[in-house]
Nanobody, 127 residues
Framework: QVQLAESGGGLVQAGGSLRLSCAASARTFSMYAVGWFRQAPGKEREFVAAMSRNGASTNYADSVKGRFTISRNNAKNTVYLQMNNLRPEDTALYYC????????????????????WGQGTQVTVSS
C-alpha cells in the first residue's frame, strides 16, 4: 500500500511557475511508475505527465510539452512536477498517481492504469 500526498499548489499569475511535489509513504517508491493528472471543474480527469520506474522514460500531454517537467528523487520518495509559463487553462486540481509497472522502463498515461492516488493540490492561474 502506498500513500501519496501532493503539495506546492497555489495561485499564480499567467506566465509564472510552480513546482508540485508528491511525497510517497512507501520505502520501495523506486519500484513504482508515477504520473500526474489534473481535473478542472466540470471536466474529466486528464493526463499531464508520466515517468517510468527507472526515470529513463517520460511522456507528456501535448498541452504541457515544453512547459512542464516531471522528475523524481527516489532517495526522498518524492516525485515533482515543474510547471513553467503557466496559463489560465492550466487551472485545475492536480493529482499524483503510482503503480507497480510491468517493466522498469514502462510509463502509464491513462488514469485507469494507476492503483494509488493522492488527494490533489489546487493550482489556479490568473490572467
Amino acid at each position: 500500500q502506498v500513500q501519496l500526498a501532493e503539495s506546492g499548489g497555489g495561485l499564480v499569475q499567467a506566465g509564472g511557475s510552480l513546482r508540485l511535489s508528491c511525497a510517497a509513504s512507501a520505502r520501495t517508491f523506486s519500484m513504482y511508475a508515477v504520473g500526474w493528472f489534473r481535473q478542472a471543474p466540470g471536466k474529466e480527469r486528464e493526463f499531464v505527465a508520466a515517468m517510468s520506474r527507472n526515470g529513463a522514460s517520460t511522456n507528456y500531454a501535448d498541452s504541457v510539452k515544453g512547459r512542464f517537467t516531471i522528475s523524481r528523487n527516489n532517495a526522498k520518495n518524492t516525485v515533482y512536477l515543474q510547471m513553467n509559463n503557466l496559463r489560465p487553462e492550466d487551472t485545475a486540481l492536480y493529482y499524483c498517481a503510482a503503480r507497480r509497472p510491468v517493466s522498469s522502463g514502462t510509463y502509464y498515461s491513462v488514469a485507469l492504469g494507476y492503483d494509488y492516488w493522492g488527494q490533489g493540490t489546487q493550482v489556479t492561474v490568473s490572467s
